[in-house]
């Protein structure tokens, strides 16, 4: 079935350090990617997102390009701040519903 | 967009209780959606509810322990019966914009004791 694969956190950086973080999935057909940023003790926001191939989302400085022929969505930022602190989910449209990834955990430090 | 509002925020809960979940927004929306992140864990889709059927749930999930109500198209209730500790979780509940783009409420963070 289709599944979301993240890597797996905490990832601690000092403020204005470059961000990766890793993103891969399966998937039948062609879904539409997503990432998602949960603030500590708020629900779910989406981040960015991008519906096909080579596709790029954009959003706050973070980008993920679509790319199917790694099938992968690594979420960028070229300078995190201490308010970048959150658990970052990649998520997918499945068949018939969103399937999530076990999130990844960023600490910025000052 | 869509702004969801969820109550309760939190709550601290007896063993052998229940504990309904409400969750309005702002405009009709066709289904919503009620999941539950345990502790450092991902989201996991408790069922989808659309107004005027019943409430599909997902597998490993049942209506006698979550029943789901969604009397009109701004609304839903989750209820977690008989609870125990392993409830203990953040419920959420989200609707689905027209785009595949799910919006989510702040959440519930449940506590069993």
């Known amino acids: 079935g289709d599944s979301v694969t993240q890597m797996e956190g905490p990832v601690t950086l000092s403020e204005e350090a470059f961000l990766t973080i890793n993103c891969t999935y399966t998937a039948t057909g062609y879904p539409s990617l997503f990432w998602y940023v949960q603030y500590p003790g708020e629900g779910l926001q989406l981040l960015l997102k991008?519906?096909?191939?080579?596709d790029k989302g954009s959003n706050k400085g973070f980008e993920a390009t679509y790319r199917k022929e790694t099938t992968s969505f690594h979420l960028e930022k070229g300078s995190v701040q201490v308010s970048d602190s959150a658990v970052y989910f990649c998520a997918l449209t499945g068949t018939y519903k969103y399937i999530f990834g076990t999130g990844t955990r960023l600490k910025v430090l000052a | 967009s869509a702004v969801i509002s969820q109550k309760p925020s939190r709550d601290i809960c007896q063993r052998g209780t229940s504990l309904t979940i409400q969750c309005q927004v702002d405009?009709?929306?066709?289904?919503m959606f009620w999941y539950r992140q345990q502790p450092g864990q991902s989201l996991t889709l408790i069922a989808t509810?659309?107004?005027?059927?019943?409430?599909?749930?997902e597998s490993g999930f049942v209506i006698d322990k979550f029943p789901i109500s969604r009397p009109n198209l701004t609304f839903s209730t989750l209820t977690v019966s008989n609870m125990s500790p392993e409830d203990s979780s953040i419920y959420l509940c989200?609707?689905?914009?027209?785009?595949?783009?799910?919006?989510f409420g702040a959440g519930t963070r449940l506590s069993v004791l």
């Open positions: 405009s009709q929306v066709t289904m």
């Open positions: 989200s609707v689905e914009s027209s785009r595949n783009i799910q919006y």
């Open positions: 509810a659309n107004q005027g059927s019943e409430a599909t749930y």
């Open positions: 991008a519906t096909k191939a080579d």
